[in-house]
């Protein structure tokens, strides 16, 4: 099979990379590829507050960008960050006026923007509190006139190279047939998502399993940030419910929460008296965590929400449909507190991409989640969604100029045979470990050991447990047919979940201080004079991570107040890491 | 299929005894699954997954009723197995894949017909020319009084289930590509207004609603169908709003 632009991913960013290279060169064959089913997969139908952009004139392109960075703790690519501001209000005026979709509006009829934390001006567009269903709707209606070719319940497998090492297309398995087949392409796009379910509490949908990124890792792409996840402070804890993990939103903190202990007490006295429960999403999660690992949370392993107090009539007003949520397990955030944990959900890290989503093998270019930079070690509420489509806009965009310019390639022969056969092996072997329990102990061991609060010992442990299960998933034998089976799904799904938590851990091991949200209890502070270096892993040649530290490029704004210069890295420190990541 | 052993055995109050349709006639149908609190439909589906039979197939992405994949028929009734919870007491389920549509394996069906409907409508906006800056629109003008209440449209395909007419395949809109052409020609940026009111009062559209209310019955979004068709039909005589 051959198409022009393969497109993996159908969220956000992958549905507004079809529109733009649709838009732009409407006589390309473009293929959507997507595990699940498209445009119904993925985080951006789950977004719930909003679209960050610059639209009142009082507001400002550098403003917006000081936030970014503020949040990101000066170690985002500037250039991407910069792309982000400029180009989001461009992308709501297009999804208004060519996409369809209808945003919020002030009692003037303008555009109403709202605020959101860690922003100095109220520029978040959203819809209700749902914002994320009305843009994937409406881009997924756009799909019904452009009718690009949809490989729903179809995963990429692999990315596949020609002998000169630039991009042929993808190895594919039909989820719904257990077939295996090669996609061939012009260009290839990887939209799929993070990988921040890989936790035993984590707010995503199903699919973000790293495929993306371990894909990309697979063939040698550099990928950056991978210590930095974030973590949401208010998942909702549902014992061993599916639910567990389900963000309740910001606005509770905001609307005047209160956090309480398994004692009582308000313990974001402790941690942050001044702000209290309002304190950011990185500091109030690791307040709960710390307070959940000393043995002050519920025998569930929680710290408990309290809003009931603004009334119950209030808060079924103000939140509906967070009300709605907690009855379905029992609960009623109305009228009595609520168990929660923090619970994992973006990835900051990713393949370092350029403004154009390009990377550094001709014809593949990464767009969204997967892409890395953007939001540094933290990244603010409302700029997810807009990078998804910012960048899958850019991506399409480009995709539609580097089409014309490339030809259609062999992939290696011997790359497809690898890329198949272990694809088929779990559904091939006899006997073997299931899937669903080393998926499991992946999450234990992320969440213990590479969670909100880290160390040394910790992530050392941690990294020799990876690599026990990723000997494990190796053994992995699923029963059953080929088609639609969830078990040799999930096999693969953990395969490269394996893949990306090694890289996590590797950088998590070598950023000795704390910073965003990445934090080291045995290096609590945050050091700019040493790191205001971002961390760089690829796969070396015999398996092995390679590491290395870039300083970060100050390309428009330095940190306030003046920051040190980040001179080049002395190589003791790169030892050090080195020598951890050796035990 | 002979008489499966477990339906026949007294049922152990703390556990769900749950019978599946399956696609394999030599697959499993019964299990006896341990009940935890909370449960959804979707953790019976999940323990049954784990514990029981790692080959059932059935579909799921978001598990806070966004997606719309997981929508199956509980005891006939359609639902989303993440936001319905097993209550109290109930230690007997039946699940069986939405109606209408066809099944690809067990409890997953291909939503292609359901789709094919959506397209049908050109669910798009085919915007107003010269239209280049998001419109000036108060949030109590009544185009939006109509619209807001019947947006939220996850696709799942639990009314095109339950509509009266989902066994006499197939020459209706059905009820949520009807909801979703409502809402296009109430919007003011949307230029094919007239056009979309012909294709949606033609052979195939709102006249052959039969009133049953399956589908508002149970959309978990709480969205009303049928009223978006009854609105549809009165604006044929009346014409569209403006």
């Known amino acids: ?583 | 299929m002979g008489e499966d052993p477990s339906l026949t055995e007294p049922n152990p109050s703390s556990k769900v005894r749950v019978t599946i349709s399956r696609s394999d006639p030599g697959a499993e149908r019964t299990f006896l699954v341990e009940r935890i609190e909370p449960m959804m439909v979707l953790d019976l589906l999940l323990a049954i997954q784990r514990e029981h039979d790692p080959s059932i197939g059935f579909r799921y992405s978001c598990r806070v009723a966004m997606c719309g994949t997981c929508t199956l028929r509980m005891d006939g009734r359609a639902i989303l197995a993440c936001q319905t919870p097993l209550e109290p007491g109930r230690n007997e389920v039946r699940l069986d894949p939405l109606a209408g549509l066809p099944v690809v394996r067990d409890l997953v069906v291909d939503m292609k017909p359901f789709f094919e409907e959506w397209a049908r409508v050109r669910p798009y906006l085919e915007p107003l020319e010269g239209l280049d800056e998001p419109v000036h629109l108060k949030p109590d003008s009544p185009e939006r009084q109509i619209i807001d209440p019947s947006l939220d449209c996850i696709t799942c395909g639990a009314c095109y289930s339950s509509c009266g007419l989902a066994d006499h395949r197939r020459d209706f809109l059905g009820p949520a590509a009807l909801n979703r052409a409502m809402v296009l020609i109430a919007d003011s940026r949307d230029a094919a207004g007239p056009e979309r009111l012909e294709a949606v009062t033609a052979g195939d559209g709102v006249d052959r609603c039969h009133y049953i209310y399956g589908c508002t019955a149970v959309c978990p979004k709480g969205l009303d169908p049928a009223a978006a068709i009854r609105r549809l039909r009165r604006w044929r005589l009346e014409g569209r709003p403006r």
């Open chain 1, 1 to 583: 099979m051959d198409t022009d632009v393969a497109v993996v991913g159908s969220g956000g960013a992958g549905l507004m990379c079809v529109l733009h290279a649709a838009e732009a060169a409407p006589e390309l064959d473009i293929t959507i590829v997507s595990k699940g089913a498209v445009g119904r997969s993925g985080c951006t139908r789950m977004v719930q507050g909003g679209f960050n952009a610059v639209l009142d004139p009082d507001d400002s392109f550098e403003l917006h960008f000081r936030d970014t960075l503020e949040g990101g703790k000066y170690l985002n690519d500037q250039d991407l960050a910069w792309t982000l501001v400029n180009a989001a209000p461009e992308v709501i005026c297009e999804l208004e006026t060519k996409v369809g979709c209808f945003f919020d509006r002030a009692e003037d009829g303008s555009i109403r923007q709202k605020a959101f934390a860690g922003q100095a001006f109220d520029r978040t567009v959203h819809r209700g509190d749902l914002t994320g269903i009305e843009i994937m709707s409406r881009l997924l209606d756009q799909t019904f006139r452009i009718k690009p070719r949809e490989l729903g319940d179809v995963r990429a497998l692999d990315l596949l190279l020609d002998e000169d090492g630039e991009v042929a297309g993808l190895a594919l398995l039909d989820v719904r047939t257990g077939a295996v087949a090669v996609l061939r392409a012009r260009v290839v796009v990887v939209a799929t998502g993070g990988a921040a379910t890989m936790y035993r509490i984590a707010a995503p949908a199903r699919e973000k399993t790293g495929d993306g990124v371990a894909m990309c890792y697979r063939v040698g792409l550099e990928l950056r940030d991978m210590e930095m996840l974030q973590f949401h402070p208010t998942g909702l804890l549902a014992g061993e419910s599916r639910l567990t993990g389900a963000v309740l939103e910001e606005g509770l903190r905001g609307a005047g929460a209160y956090l309480y202990n398994a004692n009582g007490e308000r313990y974001m006295e402790r941690y942050d008296p001044e702000r209290m429960e309002r304190a950011t999403r990185d500091i109030v999660s690791r307040a709960s965590y710390q307070e959940i690992m000393s043995g002050r949370g519920t025998p569930a392993g929680g710290v408990m929400i309290d809003i009931s107090h603004l009334g119950a009539e209030e808060v079924e007003r103000r939140f509906a449909g967070m009300v709605a949520r907690t009855r379905q397990i029992g609960r009623d955030l109305a009228r009595e507190p609520v168990e929660i944990s923090p619970t994992s959900h973006f990835a900051m890290g990713g393949v370092v991409i350029d403004e154009d989503c390009q990377t550094s093998v001709p014809g593949l270019l990464v767009a969204g989640e997967d892409g890395g930079g953007v939001h540094g070690a933290n990244r603010l509420g409302g700029n997810g969604v807009a990078e998804s489509t910012v960048f899958g806009a850019r991506a399409g965009d480009r995709a539609a100029v580097v089409a014309r310019e490339r030809n259609l390639r062999d992939p290696e022969p011997a790359q497809v045979a690898v890329s198949v056969e272990r694809a088929l092996a779990p559904l091939q072997r006899e006997k073997g470990p299931s899937p669903f329990q080393v998926t499991r102990e992946l999450k234990e061991t992320m969440w213990e050991g590479c969670g909100v609060v880290r160390n040394r010992e910790g992530l050392i442990q941690a990294r020799k447990r990876i690599e026990a299960l990723t000997e494990q998933a190796a053994k992995i034998s699923v029963p059953g047919p080929p088609q639609m089976n969830n078990a040799w799904q999930e096999a693969l799904d953990l395969s490269n979940q394996l893949t990306v938590a090694h890289t996590m851990i590797d950088s998590a091991l070598v950023r000795e201080e704390s910073r965003g949200a990445h934090f080291r209890s045995d290096y609590p502070e945050q050091d700019d004079a040493r790191w205001l270096r971002y961390i760089v892993v690829r796969g070396g040649q015999n398996g092995e991570t390679e590491v290395s530290l870039r300083p970060v490029k100050f390309t428009r704004k330095r940190p306030e107040p003046d920051g040190p210069p980040a001179e080049a890295l002395e190589v003791e420190d790169l030892e050090e890491g080195r020598e951890d990541l050796k035990r």
